[in-house]
């Protein structure tokens, strides 16, 4: 019994190292990812898993030209995909930075874009729908990733909180 325990603790703690669980928030990865959507991560993972087109999990480093931006979203993990890696020239819309209180439809301006050349020890990260990325701050430090998803996880069954009836009774039939 001794064993098994300390087998399961063993495990717990290499589970806890390496991996970790994320819940979506925003829309950001949709239809990829949806809110409420759980994925499992794998915080740390050989370089050259990092590819165009993996999932990551980061977070905002410092030292970028952020003023405006509130700290909690320095402290927020954010998930987004990998388009651009060191030496690539990535092309995107020009995006500015929302003022408090802007709404995320009103930050894009499709009508300019910029090219952006990934620097050594960067990447560049975008969501599949609008919303906070590489658009906005450009390329993003290798070091900010915190880890790539693995999967998603099943959704939870939803209790029903009212009770619900089904109608038995056929809908009206058409007369010909």
């Known amino acids: 019994m001794f ?10 703690i290499v589970a806890r190292t390496f991996f970790f669980l994320i819940q979506v928030e925003g829309w950001s990865m949709s239809p990829t990812y949806l809110p409420g959507d759980r994925l499992l991560a794998l915080r740390y993972f050989p370089r050259r898993w990092l590819s ?4 990551v999990v980061w977070k905002l480093p410092s030292g970028l030209p952020m003023s405006s931006m509130a700290n909690t979203m320095r402290t927020q ?13 990535v092309i995107a819309p020009v995006v ?23 620097p050594a020890g960067h ?9 906070f990325d590489s658009t906005m701050f450009g390329p993003l430090p290798l070091h900010a990733l915190k880890g ?3 999967i998603r996880l099943p959704r939870r069954m939803k209790t029903v909180e009212e009770p619900y009836f089904v109608d038995s009774i056929s809908p009206p039939q058409k007369e010909s």
């Open 96 to 118: 500015k930075l929302p003022e408090a209180g802007e709404a995320a439809e009103q930050m894009v301006d499709g009508q300019e874009l910029r090219t952006w050349h990934i």
């Open 52 to 55: 165009r087109g993996r999932i």
């Open 77 to 89: 993990l954010y998930i987004k995909r990998v388009v651009g890696l060191p030496g690539d020239e």
């Open 3 to 12: 064993i098994l325990m300390t087998t399961i603790f063993v495990l717990l």
């Open 123 to 131: 990447c560049f990260v975008k969501g599949d729908s609008p919303g």
């Open 148 to 150: 790539i998803i693995l």
